[in-house]
Nanobody
């Protein structure tokens, strides 16, 4: 079964850290980009913000300016896992976080065919 299953997240104080995990199932990873998106209340699905991307075959990564130098996306090919390590968290990082897979690292969330179930991240001051 082709699916993405997320774990991790939760609540933390500002300045803290959290790690999100995304398990890739039934996906051929030689031409897949995995992205992490976040959605805040009142925003529509198409307004999800892409914050981190990793192209699995090359291990290349990219980040939104809002999280650069604080978030790190990584992969464990043996376990078919992708992680998002989030450090120095800020209250504005509070959102529902989703991992997604596509054939390329598109900026438009509408171009991403497969999504995880989402996990809440709440950062308090």
């Amino acid at each position: 079964q082709v699916q993405l299953v997320q774990s991790g997240g939760g609540s933390v104080q500002a300045g803290g850290s959290l790690r999100l995990s995304c398990a890739l199932s039934g996906i051929t990873t030689d031409s897949v980009c995995v992205g992490w998106f976040r959605q805040t209340p009142g925003k529509e699905r198409e307004e999800r913000e892409g914050v981190a991307f990793i192209y699995i075959a090359r291990g290349t990564t990219d980040y939104a300016d809002s999280v650069r130098d604080r978030f790190i996306v990584s992969q464990d090919n043996a376990k078919n896992m992708v992680y998002l390590q989030m450090d120095s968290l800020k209250t504005e990082d509070t959102a529902m976080y989703y991992c997604a897979a596509a054939t390329n690292c598109y900026s438009d969330p509408d171009n991403w065919a497969l999504w995880g179930q989402g996990t809440q991240v709440t950062v308090s001051s």
